[in-house]
């Protein structure tokens, strides 16, 4: 997984960056947790995720945001990380210009970047979010959502209790064509520290399963 420097609004970012063999491969773009509590391109859940989209043939990216590891610049208190994943994005679309879908990813602070992203970018097809904080920002922004996705909480996670992130499911569900495919894991926390396994699986099996849908509904017509 070569290292990569790419220019952010802020500064150099630094990312790893896995180049499919396959032509028009899918793009994924994974997003870490808080900068502020330790949250780096090497969480263990954002790199599951992103190891996942490698095995399932994607071209995909993990990035540091400003001011983490090797990455230029300080934290923006999320601003300023929106316009970096916008960024690593348009890198990624540069490198793979005739891509046939593209899908972002994110795990809890990173789940709250990734869906800003969605709303500012149309050409995402899909997205993973991994403990939402539901409960610490107001994700009233998703509205209309522009496509489903995946979300997944945890029973037991302190940080983002699981109803919050229920009321964001329930609230999607009702916005027209958007099914949030909702997923909880018993006896995991917010740091889902025995589930990275499980999260990949769920992940590898909700994005294939969208994706098959797609090719269905494309060899129909």
């Known amino acids: 997984m070569p290292e990569v420097m790419f220019a952010g609004p ?3 970012l630094e990312g790893r960056y896995h180049h499919s063999s396959a032509p028009n491969a899918p793009l994924a773009l994974v997003l870490h947790p808080h900068p502020l509590h330790g949250g780096t391109m090497n969480n263990r859940i954002t790199y599951a995720m992103y190891r996942t989209f490698e095995k399932m043939g994607f071209s995909v990216m993990r990035y540091n945001s ?3 590891g090797r990455s230029q610049g300080r934290y ?3 601003i300023g990380e929106i316009s970096d994943a916008a960024a690593a994005l348009d890198w990624m679309q540069m490198v793979n210009p005739n891509a046939s879908g593209l899908w972002i990813a ?4 990173g789940a709250f970047v990734g869906m800003q992203l969605l709303m500012r970018r149309p050409e995402i097809t899909g997205w993973i979010s991994v403990a939402p904080p539901a409960n610490h920002y107001d994700f009233g922004f998703l509205a209309p959502c522009p496509c489903g996705g995946l979300m997944i909480a945890g029973e037991n996670d302190e940080l983002v209790p699981e109803p919050a992130v ?6 999607l569900n009702t916005q027209k064509g958007v099914t949030v495919d909702y997923r ?8 889902f520290a ?4 499980q999260v990949a699986d769920a992940v590898e099996d909700h994005v294939s399963t969208v994706m098959n849908r797609k090719a269905l509904a494309l060899a129909a017509d």
């Not at 229920?166 to 609230?171: C, E, I, Q, S």
Request: aromatic share 10%; net charge positive.
């Open 106 to 109: 994110g795990y809890s602070f």
């Open 66 to 68: 400003r001011g983490v």
């Open 76 to 78: 923006d208190g999320g």
């Open 194 to 197: 025995n589930h990275a396994d």
């Open 10 to 12: 802020d500064g150099r």
């Open 184 to 191: 909880i894991f018993k006896g995991a926390d917010h740091v």
């Open 166 to 171: 229920r009321k964001l499911v329930d609230k």
